[in-house]
Every structure is written in structure tokens, then in C-alpha cells.
């Protein structure tokens, strides 16, 4: 997106293998290609800011370990995040990862207009997004799973808001 000045990503992993392997098999992936010269910085530093050839800038900082208890640093140690992927495994097989407490805790890194965006169709995800005083809705559907749930910090943000008669039904 070009009306984009400054991109920050802020990702929370326990190591950085992921981004190894990326490097190591970039023929694999050709999206990634024009991007590439990146991977090196963001696997020897924990933050870069890297100023693309139109101005723009993007910003990448990585948070080393446990996700749960990362996020849990007081709010103001991360820039606050307007877009949260929360790409998780589903909460049947991690349920640790989808407990009220970690949503409290991730609640006091959104901005004011932040959504959160997962590909769990989880009535118990849905329900935790709930109780921690986020809008939840439905967000598109993915592969062959059913739709996938956008969370946010303002309703009229959601296109496909749960009914009310969901919410009810706890």
C-alpha cells in the first residue's frame, strides 16, 4: 500500500529457524524475492528499519520467546499494533495461546483502530475475543476451513459482525 509511510512489523517467535529456512530455499517461494536482500539483517539483528527506493520505510523488530509471557510486558514496551495476524496453531491443539489472559494482555498493544485477523473459526476463540471487550466478527473464508474471525477495537470496523443471538448463547 503506498499510502503507507512507515510499516512496523513486530513479530514474536521463539527463535529464528523459520527465516533460515526461508534463506535457504528462496527458489521456493518467489514472492519473496524482491525482499530477499532483507532476510540477512533480520536473522543477525533483532530490529531493522530499512528505507525502501520510494522513502517508504519498514521497520521490523523481532521478540525473542514464549509468546505468552512477551506479551504480557507492560503496555508501551512494543509499538502498539493497528493489525495483529495471530497466527497460531487452532486453540484444540494450543489452547495456552488462546486463554483470556493472553487477549487481556495483546489488548494493551492495539491501537485505538487495531483489528486482529485469524484464520480459527473456534467458537472458543471467538468467545475469548469476546470476553476480552473486543468486536468480533466473521472474515473470509480460507482454503477449505469455514470463515475466518476479525476482531476489533471499533464495531463499524467489522463488515460481518457476530449476531447478537451468538453472543447471547453463553
Same mark, same amino acid.
Given at each position: 500500500n503506498l499510502n503507507i509511510n512507515k510499516l512496523t512489523v513486530v513479530s514474536f517467535d521463539l527463535e529464528k529457524e523459520g527465516l533460515i529456512a526461508l534463506q535457504e530455499n528462496l527458489?521456493?517461494?518467489?514472492? #519473496?524475492?524482491?525482499?530477499?536482500?532483507?532476510?540477512?539483517?533480520?536473522?543477525?539483528?533483532? %530490529?531493522?528499519?530499512?528505507?525502501?527506493?520510494? @522513502?517508504?520505510?519498514?521497520?521490523?523488530?523481532? $521478540?525473542?520467546g514464549n509468546f505468552c509471557e512477551t506479551i504480557a510486558f507492560p503496555a508501551g514496551t512494543y509499538p502498539l499494533a493497528n493489525v495483529v495476524c495471530y497466527d497460531f496453531f487452532s486453540p484444540a491443539s494450543h489452547p495456552h495461546l488462546w &486463554?483470556?489472559? $493472553?487477549?487481556?494482555?495483546? %489488548?494493551?498493544?492495539?491501537? #485505538?483502530?487495531?483489528?486482529?485477523? &485469524?484464520?480459527?473459526?473456534?467458537?472458543?476463540?471467538?468467545? $475469548?475475543?469476546?470476553?476480552? @471487550?473486543?468486536? #468480533? @466478527?466473521?472474515g473470509p473464508i480460507s482454503g477449505k476451513k469455514s470463515k475466518s474471525t476479525i476482531a476489533t477495537t471499533i464495531f463499524f470496523e467489522l463488515q460481518e459482525p457476530l449476531s447478537l443471538d451468538w453472543r447471547n448463547t453463553f
Open positions: 527458489a521456493l517461494f518467489p514472492y #519473496v524475492k524482491e525482499f530477499s536482500e532483507l532476510l540477512p539483517l533480520c536473522i543477525s539483528q533483532n %530490529k531493522i528499519l530499512y528505507q525502501l527506493p520510494d @522513502g517508504r520505510l519498514f521497520e521490523w523488530i523481532f $521478540v525473542q &486463554t483470556l489472559q $493472553v487477549f487481556l494482555n495483546l %489488548k494493551a498493544h492495539l491501537a #485505538v483502530d487495531s483489528k486482529i485477523i &485469524t484464520y480459527s473459526s473456534a467458537t472458543c476463540a471467538r468467545a $475469548v475475543m469476546f470476553a476480552s @471487550g473486543l468486536f #468480533v @466478527g466473521f
